[in-house]
């Protein structure tokens, strides 16, 4: 007799161990979001950073960031991770074409670029995305604070972020018009 199996939902998925030996040997795709709010005109208003504990256990500010898994699209990781960081009444306005604002790569220290990740070499396609919702962050998020456009900017709240994602905020803003 033939065993039934519940197909897995997150076939993509890899365990640790695998996870592990793949970021040794191969860069991963990423996507990253910074959420931002936008006045009727389209000018972005407030930029949404999150909380969380970082790697070494210290407290740092991020954005929203995961792995594309395989067979998805960047679209639906976006998404994904739009819901699974904000929660799912964020209501994330997707932009009409997958072209990102930037390709951010992350190297483990000593790093070839401003971007770095302990873990491994990483490539990210990097967004801004409007959310329109109530946004209640989850899994290892604390909180989300939102900021004006120059204090998200600003030098000290980049000296909060990890691996360089000041930086991308910069570029996310200036992409969008608001900085210079």
């Known amino acids: 007799m033939a065993t039934v199996r519940t197909p897995d939902p997150h076939p993509g998925w890899l365990g640790d161990d695998e996870l592990a030996a793949i970021r040794r040997r ?3 795709l990423y996507v990253e979001a910074v959420p931002v709010r936008t006045d009727g005109m389209g000018r972005v208003t407030e930029v949404g950073l999150l909380l969380r504990v970082g790697q070494s256990g210290t407290i740092t500010r991020t954005i929203v960031s995961g792995r594309v898994l395989y067979g998805e ?3 639906d990781a976006l998404f994904r991770h739009l819901e699974k960081d904000l929660g799912p009444m964020a209501f994330p306005q997707l932009p009409a074409s997958p072209v990102p604002f930037q390709v951010a790569e992350y190297f483990p220290p000593p790093t070839l670029t401003q971007y770095t990740d302990e873990r ?3 490539v990210a396609l990097a967004y801004v995305v409007p959310v329109t919702g109530t946004c209640d962050p989850r899994q290892d ?8 456009p120059e204090e998200a900017a600003s030098a000290s709240v980049a000296a909060e972020m990890e691996g360089g994602r000041g930086s991308l905020v910069r570029a996310a803003l200036a992409s969008v018009g608001v900085l210079g």
Do not use: D, N, V
């Open 26 to 28: 191969l860069p991963l």
């Open 73 to 75: 699209t960047l679209r």
């Open 120 to 122: 491994q070499h990483a």
């Open 141 to 148: 998020a604390l909180e989300l604070t939102w900021m004006s």
